[in-house]
């Protein structure tokens, strides 16, 4: 069956730069969800969408901004970057506008930044 | 709410023992709840979930209990196999007039010892 896609699997970036991390949702679903991961850290949420449209904000930092595309999948752009930022990224996908057995996470974007 | 310091607290136990990790959880709305199982490097795994209309529910192996009164979630996990060895969140998500988001708690690290 297929997973929810993150692209990349690992990435590093210099402070300042700029990152795009990728989410492909499971067929059919309609809403995502970003969360990012300290070390040792419990998942905190950012932000999610449903429908294309923005449907929940978290404490994702104005450098930060994420949409989601016209084919459900979505996009999170990290600029400015912080060594606090290195982290791992999920992304989870919905077939409806909340959490069930069907929603899932992908296996992440670890991001460094050095 | 926001996880502190980066050291999980750590559950070890005997392979073939039950184990019983728990968790607190924050809003007393949240009428939803999934515990979820994390490998090293890799995204949150379904586990089991609980309505808040329920105290208890049973999968293979796994049990999950809910105290709405003092908020508070267990999982059981029977005859603790090596491969359960993983951190495990609790994760609650707040009625939909909140937001969509899935709110995690900090995680517990179980380690097995074969």
């Known amino acids: 069956a297929a997973g929810v896609i993150q692209s990349p699997r690992h990435l590093i970036k210099e402070k300042r730069e700029t990152a795009t991390l990728k989410c492909y949702p499971i067929p059919r679903h309609d809403t995502v969800y970003w969360y990012q991961q300290g070390p040792g850290q419990d998942p905190q949420f950012l932000i999610s969408f449903y429908e294309k449209m923005q449907s929940d904000k978290g404490s994702i930092p104005d450098r930060f901004s994420a949409q989601q595309f016209s084919d459900y999948h979505s996009e999170l752009n990290m600029s400015s970057l912080e060594l606090g930022d290195s982290a791992l990224y999920f992304c989870?996908?919905?077939?409806?506008?909340?959490?069930?057995?069907?929603?899932?996470f992908g296996q992440g974007t670890r991001l460094t930044v050095v | 709410g926001e996880s502190v310091g980066l050291h999980l607290p750590t559950l070890s136990v005997q392979e073939g023992d039950n184990s019983i990790i728990n968790c607190a959880y924050s809003?007393?709305?949240?009428?939803?709840f999934i515990w979820y199982k994390q490998e090293s490097g890799k995204g949150p795994q379904f586990i089991i979930d609980?309505?808040?209309?329920?105290d208890k529910r049973q999968g293979q192996r796994v049990t999950v209990l809910l105290n709405k009164t003092v908020k508070h979630l267990s999982l059981q996990i029977a005859a603790t196999q090596p491969g359960d060895s993983a951190v495990y969140f609790c994760?609650?998500?707040?009625?939909?007039?909140?937001?969509?988001?899935?709110?995690f708690g900090q995680g517990t690290e179980l380690s097995v010892k074969p």
């Open positions: 989870a996908s919905s077939p409806t506008k909340g959490w069930g057995t069907e929603a899932f």
């Open positions: 994760a609650e998500n707040p009625p939909r007039n909140q937001g969509g988001k899935l709110i």
């Open positions: 609980i309505r808040s209309n329920m």
């Open positions: 809003n007393s709305a949240s009428d939803y």
